[in-house]
């Protein structure tokens, strides 16, 4: 596990970027694992403004991302969906057909899940995926729970991640209530791992998480057992990591 200290979010933004794009250069078809919240917003920016300069073209590269609210409309402004054409897709030079996120509109959820998984089969694999860190250490949404889960699932939201998310919705009631996600097992698939982490807040749990014992009880735990993790975070999040 490698970790990049940087002072601020736009240092963390600009090295994660930096790692993305490097990817891209190497593999200009790669399959990119993304993802959506807060965190990656700067990352996404600066993409884009790399593309613009003509150094990053996304002409070949295929996406899937980790999650999507189950319920929710591709139309609706807090659906996955449309986060990522507004952050990135419809901003960059990708093909729409190249990009992936789960049909939260799909009601059979065992079907959707199937067919997500097999998708990234067949996609040959995730080459880099982007994760940002959930305040109670999930990644994607897998919440605490006593066993990892290993495929791509349907999640009951914990009442600590609406509480979170509530801040993107009108209320707490609005918040949908399950989302349709990766599970440890596709995102530990993933050739390379890319957490992207910020602010005091989240100092507690990066701690936790990267310093304490692999338990299901702090999903992101579980990377310490991948073989190839970049975490990119700021002084703050890394404020109470050992010595
Ligand atoms: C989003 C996702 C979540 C977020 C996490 C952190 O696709 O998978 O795990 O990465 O909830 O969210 P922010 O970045 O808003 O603090």
Redesign the pocket.
């Known amino acids: 596990m490698k970790i990049y200290k940087t002072k601020d979010y736009k240092e963390m933004s600009r090295k994660a970027a930096n790692i993305l794009s490097a990817q891209v250069i190497l593999k200009p078809d790669c399959v990119l694992g993304?993802?959506?919240?807060?965190?990656?917003?700067g990352t996404y920016d600066q993409l884009v403004e790399w593309y613009k300069k003509g150094d990053v073209d996304f002409s070949e590269v295929r996406t899937v991302?980790?999650?999507e609210y189950r319920g929710l409309t591709r139309d609706n402004d807090q659906s996955?969906y449309y986060?990522m054409h507004e952050h990135l897709f419809d901003r960059v030079n990708i093909k729409q057909e190249n990009t992936n996120v789960p049909d939260g509109t799909e009601s059979d959820a065992d079907k959707e899940c199937e067919r997500y998984e097999k998708l990234i089969g067949s996609m040959g694999g995730v080459d880099i995926q982007l994760?940002?860190?959930?305040?109670n250490g999930?990644?994607?949404?897998?919440e605490p729970d006593s066993i990892f889960a290993k495929a791509t699932h349907c999640v009951n939201l914990t009442e600590s991640?609406i509480e979170?998310?509530k801040r993107f919705f009108a209320s707490a009631d609005d918040v949908p209530r399950q989302a349709y996600?990766m599970g440890i097992g596709t995102i530990m698939k993933a050739k390379k791992i890319l957490l992207?982490?910020n602010?005091e807040a989240?100092a507690d749990i990066v701690s936790k998480a990267f310093f304490g014992p692999v338990t299901p009880e702090v999903p992101a735990s579980i990377l310490q057992l991948h073989s190839d993790v970049v975490i990119v975070a700021d002084e703050a999040a890394l404020s109470k990591i050992p010595e």
């Open positions: 993304l993802a959506t919240g807060s965190t990656p917003i991302n980790l999650d996955y986060f994760l940002g860190l959930g305040h999930h990644i994607g949404f897998n991640t979170a998310n996600t992207i982490v602010g989240k």
